[in-house]
């Protein structure tokens, strides 16, 4: 452990990769994610909580599947949002595809349509564990005394295991610290993990991460210490993109890398680098063919065949 700790000083100082961490976390690919950071060693793998007020009143059975990832219709009221993330199992060292995940909400004015299928639907996770779709911000509606604040519902559920129902809210929402739900802290209900921002994208929708964390089996992915330890993806610009993207990223140590595009069905749209490594950062340039969908897609780093990050990005 102490050479290794060595070595990550030595690298760190002999490529400024320190200056990395700092412009992860202030750029604004990354400021809208609640993506997992994982480190076994400070146990950073939170379990995806219940909410307090459980399925509610308003869930319906036998929902449509959704169609091209959108939830709310073109002409729905209301600001637009794209919801996306990975779901993974308790150890954070699988990710789970075909993981159903039921979705309902209500509408810009705060009701729910509790006769037909406006604002419900469902969907699968992909092969490498995805999920996205888009629909509308939802409004407000009294609850007792007070609002509850804008929040979406889910039952997760992966293949052979029990569901997870709850609920996610999001940043600077005015009614949080009022609702005895999204409120909690600690516990069977934390709601921490479960508010997460939503930040503009180019198009003037609002985006957000939320990365799920489930009892289930899947694939292995790696979660050793990957940041400290094997390497990440840090910036993709320009973000959405029309002809090319530029692919930042950094190789911590000597190793097998691999770096892959996926669409939304987890299928391999291009393999762009797949070569052994020596600690740097690099850059890759991506030009897709010219039969590529408009869309998202997401960014795969895997370092001796294991997937240790991605990103998403948009497809003009």
Sequence with gaps: MKNKKVNRRFFFKKTTLSLIAT????????????????????????????DLYGQGPFYTTNSPMIQNNQLAS???????????????????????PNTEIDI???????????????LRGRTLT?????????????????????????????????????????QLYFQSDPY????????VTSGTFDATNRIIPLV??????????????????????DTE???????????????????????????????D???????????????LQQKKLQPNKYKLIWNPKNNIKSGHYFICLSINDLQVHYIKVIKN
């Design 23 to 50: 412009s992860i976390f202030s750029n604004k690919l990354f400021s809208s994610s609640k993506s997992l950071i994982f480190n076994k060693e400070k146990n950073n793998c939170p379990k995806s909580t219940e």
């Design 74 to 96: 073109s002409n729905e009221v209301g600001q637009r949002i794209i919801i996306s993330g990975r779901v993974y199992n308790l150890d954070c060292d699988e990710f789970l």
């Design 104 to 118: 309902w909400h209500a509408n810009n004015e705060g009701e729910y349509d509790n006769v037909g299928f406006n």
């Design 126 to 166: 992909n092969s490498q564990g995805f999920y996205i779709f888009e629909t509308v911000k939802p409004g407000f509606y009294l609850n007792g005394n007070t609002n509850r604040p804008s929040h979406i519902h889910f039952k997760i559920t992966p293949p052979g295991f029990p569901p997870l129902i709850t």
């Design 176 to 183: 949080i610290s009022s609702d005895a739900a999204a409120s």
């Design 200 to 221: 503009q994208n180019s198009n003037g929708i609002l985006e957000g991460n939320w990365d799920i964390v489930i009892n289930g089996a899947g694939t292995t992915v």
């Design 225 to 255: 210490n990957l940041y400290l330890d094997k390497g990440i993806l840090y910036r993709a610009n320009p973000n959405p993109f029309i002809n090319f993207l530029e692919i930042n990223y950094a190789i911590f140590k000597s190793s």
């Design 257 to 271: 890398v691999k770096i892959q595009i996926f669409d939304l069905e987890g299928k391999l749209v291009e393999l």
